[in-house]
C-alpha cells in the first residue's frame, strides 16, 4: 500500500502525529491483467498493479511501445531490423546502437563466461540439424565438423569509443538468447515509470520478471508433463527477480523416431541430451536468460560452478537420467508446502470407475492474425460435463477482467457461482518458451472434488470468447470406454482443436 498525502508538521504535536503513516489514508493496489498471443513468436502476460486502471493501462501502453521498438532493433526474423540489416552490411564497422552495442557485447561476455556454450553462431548448427531433420537423417561427421569450425571463430568485434559493430565471419548469428531478456527488463522499467504504477509482472513465453511492490508466485512445469494444468515440479515466490527456464521439450526435432532438442552445444555441434530442463532466478533478466540457456549445454558440475559465480543466482535442474540438482538457497524461494486437504469420499456405485491409466488431452491453437502481430488472448474456459449436462470438472479459465466472464454463457451458468464463492488469483507458469497461441490441457478422470468419476460418457466443453471478436462454443463427446481421437472443426478464434482419450503419457 502507498501513502500518498502527508500533512505538514511542526504547528502542534496533535498535528504532528496525525500526519505520520499510520494516521493517513492509504489506498490498496489492485492487479490489472493482461495476455496477448504472437508477442516477440510466443505468448505474453502482463499483471500490473497500479491504483486504479487508468495508469495500468498507460503503464501496459507503455511496456508494449518498448518492446515494439526493440524487437525493431533486435529481431533475426525480421529483415528491416536493424541487426537484420548489420548483418547484411557486409565486414566493416557499422555505428549501432545502444541497445545493439550493449546485446551484442552481453553475448561476447556470456559466451566468455560459458567456456563456448553460449554463442551467438550457435545457429549455424541449429540450421544444420534443422536441414537434415527434413531428410530424416541426422547429419554428418563431415558437416558437423564443418560447422563447428564456423562457430569457432570470432565473428564481430566491437570499439566502445567508436561504439561500432564490425562482422568478421559470414556465418548466421542470432541473438535469441539475450533479446528477449533485455526486452523484457527495458519493458518492466518503462512500465514501472508510469505514475499510479507500484508493481509489475511480465511472462513472456515463460520466462518472468517480477518487479516493484509485488510478489508472485510461479509455478515451474514439468517438462515431461506439458500441459497447462499439469502439476508443477515447483511451486515458489519471487520478489524482484527474474526467473527463466530453458529446455528439450517444447521446440525439437524428430529424425528416425528420436527427439532431438533445439538447444546446440556449439562446441560439440550436437544437440543438448543430459539436461532436460533448467530454471534459474537472478537479479538480473540478462543473467537469467542466459544462465537457463547454458545449463542445458553445460554439464551439471559446470553449470552449477557457472551459477555460483553470479551473485544471488539460484537454480533447479532436472537431467535425463532422474536426478533434480538444486542450488543452496533454492529452497528458500519454494513456498510452503500446501496442507492436504480431506476429500469427501466418493459416493459407492455399481459402475465401473475411470481407468487411472488413462486421460483426455485436449491440444488448442488459438487464432493468430494472418499477417503476424499481436492479438488479445481471448477468454477461454474448458470444463466437462456428464450424460445428463451436469458439469463434472472445470479443467481450465483464462481470463483477465471478471466483469466480462458473462460473455462466456455457458461456462457462466455453469461454473460462476463457483467462481465466485472461491479464491481465484492468477499465479504464473515459468516453461520453456512456447510457440505463439498453443496449448495443451488435459483431464484426469476426477470430479471437481478429486473423486475418480464412473466409466461412461463424457462431454467436453471448450468456450472461447473475444472483445470485439467472435464467441464459440465447442462440444465433443468421448466414451471413456476405449481410445478415440477427435479433430474438432477450426473457427474464427480456434486455428486447430484436436481431443483424445488416451493412455496416461510418461510424465503423469
Given at each position: ?57 498507460r503503464a501496459e501502453t507503455a511496456a508494449l511501445h518498448e518492446v515494439d521498438c526493440l524487437n525493431k532493433i533486435l529481431s533475426g526474423y525480421d529483415a528491416s531490423s536493424e541487426f537484420s540489416r548489420w548483418l ?126 509485488h510478489s508472485e508466485q510461479i509455478n515451474v512445469s514439468n517438462p515431461r508433463a506439458d500441459a497447462e494444468n499439469d502439476l508443477p515440479v515447483a511451486q515458489l515466490q519471487v520478489s524482484d527477480k527474474t526467473i ?265
Open positions: 500500500m502507498n501513502v500518498f498525502q502527508r500533512r505538514i508538521a511542526g504547528l502542534s504535536l496533535v498535528l504532528a502525529t496525525l500526519s505520520t503513516p499510520a494516521f493517513l489514508p492509504h489506498r490498496t493496489s489492485k492487479l490489472y491483467v493482461s495476455d496477448y498471443e504472437n508477442v516477440l513468436g510466443t505468448s505474453f502476460e502482463m499483471k500490473v498493479a497500479a491504483d486504479a486502471a487508468q495508469p495500468a493501462a547484411r552490411a557486409g565486414q566493416k564497422p557499422v555505428a549501432v546502437s545502444t541497445e545493439l552495442y550493449e546485446v551484442l557485447a552481453l553475448f561476447e561476455q556470456w559466451r566468455v563466461k560459458s567456456d563456448g556454450a553460449l554463442d551467438a553462431s550457435a545457429e549455424t548448427v541449429g540450421q544444420l540439424w534443422r536441414s537434415a531433420a527434413k531428410q530424416n537423417r541426422q547429419p554428418s561427421e563431415a558437416e558437423i565438423a564443418a560447422a563447428v569450425a564456423a562457430v569457432h571463430q570470432q565473428h564481430y568485434i566491437l570499439n566502445a569509443k567508436n561504439h561500432t559493430a564490425q562482422r568478421l565471419s559470414s556465418a548466421p548469428l542470432v541473438l535469441n538468447s539475450f533479446a528477449k531478456s533485455y526486452i523484457m527488463n527495458k519493458a518492466a522499467d518503462a512500465a514501472l515509470a508510469t505514475p499510479g504504477v507500484n508493481g509489475v509482472v511480465l511472462n513472456i513465453g515463460g520466462d518472468i520478471l517480477v518487479r516493484g511492490q527463466a527456464t530453458s529446455g528439450d521439450y517444447r521446440r525439437g526435432e524428430f529424425i528416425g523416431g528420436h527427439w532431438y532438442s533445439h538447444i546446440i552445444d556449439p562446441r560439440t555441434g550436437r544437440p543438448a541430451s543430459e539436461v532436460i530442463s533448467a530454471t534459474v532466478v537472478a537479479d538480473k533478466a540478462t543473467d537469467a536468460g542466459a544462465l537457463a540457456t547454458a545449463l542445458n549445454v553445460l554439464p551439471p558440475a559446470e553449470g552449477q560452478a557457472l551459477v555460483a559465480a553470479v551473485p544471488g543466482a539460484e537454480f533447479m535442474l532436472l537431467t535425463a537420467d532422474g536426478q533434480r540438482l538444486e542450488s543452496a538457497g533454492w529452497k528458500k524461494l519454494e513456498r510452503p508446502a500446501t496442507p492436504a486437504v480431506t476429500k469427501a469420499p466418493a459416493m459407492p456405485t455399481k459402475d465401473k470407475p475411470w481407468d487411472p491409466n488413462y486421460e483426455v488431452a485436449l491440444s488448442l491453437e488459438l487464432a493468430t492474425p494472418t499477417g503476424g502481430g499481436r492479438v488479445h488472448r481471448p477468454f477461454v474456459a474448458v470444463w466437462v460435463v456428464d450424460s445428463k449436462k451436469k458439469p463434472v470438472r472445470q479443467i481450465a479459465l483464462w481470463y483477465n477482467k471478471p466483469r466480462w466472464l458473462h460473455d462466456m454463457s455457458a461456462w457462466y451458468a455453469a461454473y460462476n457461482d463457483q467462481f465466485a464463492a472461491g479464491n481465484n488469483s492468477i499465479s504464473s507458469t515459468t516453461s520453456a518458451t512456447r510457440p505463439a497461441g498453443k496449448y495443451t490441457l488435459k483431464w484426469d478422470g476426477k470430479d471437481d472434488q478429486g473423486n475418480p468419476v464412473p466409466q461412461g460418457t463424457y462431454t467436453l466443453m471448450v468456450e472461447v470468447a473475444r472483445e470485439h471478436g467472435t464467441h464459440q462454443l465447442m462440444k465433443q463427446e468421448i466414451n471413456s470406454k476405449k481410445p478415440q481421437h477427435f479433430d474438432l472443426p477450426a473457427n474464427e478464434e480456434v486455428a486447430s482443436a484436436a481431443v483424445d482419450y488416451r493412455k496416461k503419457t510418461d510424465g503423469q
